[in-house]
């Protein structure tokens, strides 16, 4: 198994470009999300979804979108960049539904938007 | 929502010598708490995690306690190796539900040799 795959790894954009961050895992998990990392904040969630075709919001979910079309996909569409989205990204699933279930990251795309 | 708070931010230790990293939570419901290690420019890597029907649990030499009348947990590595330096990460559910975990703002451990 490949686990939990992000593409791509980095990506520099301007301001107003848009883009997707790709996210896929092959371990058929029902629930997947999406956190951003910057220094000194942790890890906070944007969006999350319990299977194709539903997803929720996180934290911090201004500026993103998201669709979970199969249970393998959970792309992270970023529709105008800001400069404040500038982040490591982490997308991340989960072995079940329920909260207590471990958590597996992907390896992160860090994103700079200028 | 949930609120965790770490401390502290940064521990230096001696190799050899115990490291203890404390954390705090807001949300009586939740159930749920892992320990994540960060190497520089790597993904979050779950070391351990405890469920709320529990107090203590270990894995060699990491362990983690768990008070849920003071909401508190906390990760204690012992033995020291250079090795272990990395940010830690702990985290909490909300409530079991399903919305994903909240994370503590994360402690740089330094191990000194």
């Known amino acids: 198994n490949a686990g939990v795959t992000q593409t791509p790894k980095f990506q520099v954009l301007k301001t107003g470009q848009s883009m997707t961050l790709q996210c896929a895992q092959d371990?058929?998990?029902?629930?997947m999300s999406w956190y951003r990392q910057d220094p000194g904040m942790g890890l906070r969630l944007i969006h999350y979804?319990?299977?194709?075709?539903?997803?929720d919001q996180g934290e911090v979910p201004n500026g993103y979108n998201v669709s979970r079309s199969t249970t393998e996909d959970f792309p992270l569409r970023l529709l105008s960049a800001a400069p404040s989205q500038t982040s490591v990204y982490f997308c991340?699933?989960?072995?079940?539904?329920?909260?207590?279930?471990?958590?597996?990251f992907g390896p992160g795309t860090r994103l700079t938007v200028l | 929502g949930e609120n965790v708070e770490q401390h502290p931010s940064t521990l230096s230790v001696q190799e050899g010598d115990s490291a203890v990293i404390k954390c705090t939570y807001s949300?009586?419901?939740?159930?749920?708490f892992p320990w994540y290690k960060q190497e520089l420019g790597k993904r979050p890597q779950l070391i351990i995690d405890?469920?709320?029907?529990?107090g203590e649990k270990k894995d060699q030499r990491i362990a983690v306690t768990l008070n849920k009348t003071a909401k508190h947990f906390s990760l204690h590595i012992t033995e020291t190796q250079p090795e272990d330096s990395a940010v830690y990460f702990c985290?909490?559910?909300?409530?079991?539900?399903?919305?994903?975990?909240?994370f503590g703002k994360g402690t740089h451990l330094i191990i000194q040799p």
């Open positions: 985290a909490a559910n909300s409530g079991g539900g399903a919305d994903g975990l909240t």
């Open positions: 371990m058929n998990h029902e629930y």
């Open positions: 979804s319990v299977g194709a075709g539903i997803t």
């Open positions: 991340a699933s989960r072995s079940g539904l329920a909260g207590t279930d471990t958590q597996y």
């Open positions: 405890i469920r709320s029907n529990v």
């Open positions: 949300d009586s419901a939740s159930n749920y």
